[in-house]
């Protein structure tokens, strides 16, 4: 075989070893939380307190739910496991017993959300330290 030859094979050699590498590879993650639908479970540590609706929705265009009281809408941003909420707009209603302190944490906990983690036990919000904020356990999507 001449020089050109080989170099010739080397090259084609090459191109398919790069091809093989780059069709072996994974495709780029699809948004994880879209789709998605969560119960709140605890927020800052504290258990939801039964029939309380504490909840969390995220669609391809922004999240939803309510924090107890109130309904809420608003975007969401992710990025791999970052995550940043809001800014929501909330209706204004009034409500008795624990509801409106569970609410406040809930929102508190949603604003101070920068990352989170989501496994077959739930989804976690986690803070700039890696804290949690809030668990919740999956629900149907509607």
Same mark, same amino acid.
């Given at each position: 075989m001449t020089d050109t030859?080989?170099?010739s094979m080397y090259v084609l050699m090459l191109a398919g =070893?790069?091809?093989l590498v780059f069709a072996a590879a994974?495709?780029?993650a699809a948004a994880q939380l879209a789709g998605s639908?969560?119960?709140a479970r605890e927020?800052?540590?504290d258990p939801v307190p039964d029939g309380l609706p504490v909840f969390l929705r995220f669609?391809?265009?922004g999240a939803s739910g309510a924090g107890g009281c109130n309904r809420f809408t608003g975007g969401y941003a992710e990025s791999g496991e970052a995550?940043? =909420?809001g800014p929501f707009a909330a209706t204004r209603m009034a409500c008795t017993g624990p509801a409106m302190d569970v609410e406040a944490a809930f929102f508190d906990a949603l604003q101070a959300t920068r990352s989170y983690r989501r496994d077959a036990a739930g989804l976690e919000l986690l803070d700039e330290d890696g804290e949690v904020l809030a668990a919740f356990a999956a629900r149907p999507y509607e």
């Open positions: 030859a080989l170099k =070893l790069v091809a994974p495709a780029p639908a969560w119960t927020v800052n540590g669609a391809e265009d995550l940043a =909420l």
